[in-house]
């Protein structure tokens, strides 16, 4: 039992290190005189900085979750974990959803404005998702879930897009979490099916590789209709980073029960090498790296760094067992989903205020300093919440 804590407690570092970057670099994005290199890229420019590298990383790391997610059921053949799998991915979904509509929120034809209406939908979330603890009432659960669902379809009613063709709610892109629900739909039932086998999860990542390749030199094109209504397969970007993290837990896995790990750092540090070098080859023939327009070189490279960086926590935590090293920010880790929902109210009530921050921690280093310290009480507004047993659960 040790030995499994100790492997997860390498993934939870490496996923709380990636949602506090995630949470600085979206806070930072807007803020004049900072470093380019700190945000992501423009839509026609091949380039790569740090902001477009953290969305890889985290799709990676739900992959690496997936095996030890279900190692216990796949040993007791619980049919449940499909179930899961649908309901988990349906919630990331549900909630993308609005996510992608709060962008087209038409304030001045709307009965809210945009700050309050985006507050209330999300508190309706927190209702809805609440990790209800075994001693809340079912009475108690069933009413503060009712409500949240009767507020968000208050929300529902009161929307107005500033889309004319689209008045109402619809679909322009997932968000964030329905791209992270639509990967983990795809790759959590591969692997449960293929039973965990280390050749299918190494075959499916290459197809979506592949896949990516195939979509952006054109020979796709004819099943470009399907995409603005299902976006299971998309260009295969998504399932390729989630792919690779399942493909990396499974290796990891096996070569710890043979006694083999040095074969483990040897086969990431290889595996990185030639996802580099294809990465920079395709760069000439495929658009370049761009994040936006999920490039095969962007997938690529991108794997390859977060291969690397998991090589690099595997060997920290689980080997050198300085975990306490990220203690700080383990609340980013432990309870994610919490940490990512959060900024969602933090920001709508800040617009509501009217107050503005002073001009030196609005830009240039002062900025940069601000979004760091604004991504860490983040994080420690997560650790407390959970302390008092608020925690969002799907």
């Not at 990676?60 to 190692?71: D, K, Q, R, T």
């Not at 075994?134 to 009767?150: D, E, P």
């Not at 794997?303 to 980013?332: C, M, N, Q, R």
């Not at 830009?363 to 925690?391: E, H, P, S």
Request: net charge positive; charged share 15%.
């Amino acid at each position: 039992m040790s030995d499994l804590i100790n492997r997860i407690r390498s993934i939870d570092a490496f996923r709380a290190v990636t949602m506090f970057l995630m949470i600085f670099v979206n806070d930072l994005d807007g803020v004049p005189n900072t470093p380019e290199w700190l945000k992501h890229a423009g839509v026609n420019a091949d380039a790569l900085g740090l902001a477009d590298t953290i969305f890889p990383a985290f799709l990676f790391i739900v992959g690496l979750s997936i095996p030890y997610a279900f190692e216990k059921r796949l040993k007791k053949h619980d049919g449940q974990v499909p179930k899961r799998i649908l309901t988990r991915s349906f919630a990331l979904i549900f909630i993308g959803f609005f996510h992608a509509n709060m962008e087209t929120y038409n304030d001045p034809a709307t009965l809210l404005p945009r700050p309050v209406w985006e507050s209330l939908a999300t508190f309706s979330f927190f209702f809805i998702f609440l990790d209800y603890s075994n001693q809340t009432s079912a009475i108690k659960r069933y009413l503060l879930q009712g409500f949240g669902v009767v507020l968000l379809i208050a929300m529902c009613v009161l929307y107005k897009s500033t889309d004319p063709d689209h008045p109402w709610l619809h679909l322009t892109w997932w968000g964030i979490l329905g791209l992270i629900g639509w990967a983990y739909l795809v790759c959590g039932l591969i692997y449960y099916y293929s039973n965990g086998a280390l050749w299918v999860q190494a075959a499916v990542w290459l197809f979506f590789v592949f896949f990516n390749i195939d979509y952006h030199f054109g020979w796709l094109n004819f099943l470009g209709f399907i995409h603005q209504y299902v976006w299971i397969s998309g260009n295969g970007a998504m399932q390729a980073f989630t792919m690779a993290g399942v493909f990396t837990s499974v290796m990891y896995i096996r070569l710890r029960q043979q006694k083999e790990i040095k074969m483990f750092w040897a086969g990431l540090l290889v595996i990185a090498i030639i996802l580099f070098n294809l990465g920079f080859i395709v760069r000439y023939f495929s658009g370049g790296i761009s994040k936006i327009r999920d490039t095969p070189s962007w997938v690529l490279i991108c794997t390859g760094i977060s291969l690397v960086l998991y090589a690099v926590f595997a060997f920290v935590v689980d080997y050198k067992h300085k975990y306490h090293w990220f203690k700080p920010i383990e609340p980013a880790g432990t309870n994610t989903f919490t940490c990512y929902i959060l900024p969602y109210l933090f920001y709508p009530m800040y617009e509501m205020t009217d107050l503005a921050y002073p001009e030196y921690l609005d830009q240039g280093i002062g900025g940069i300093i601000r979004c760091l310290v604004f991504a860490f009480l983040i994080v420690q507004l997560t650790g407390l919440l959970d302390k008092v047993n608020i925690r969002l659960r799907i």
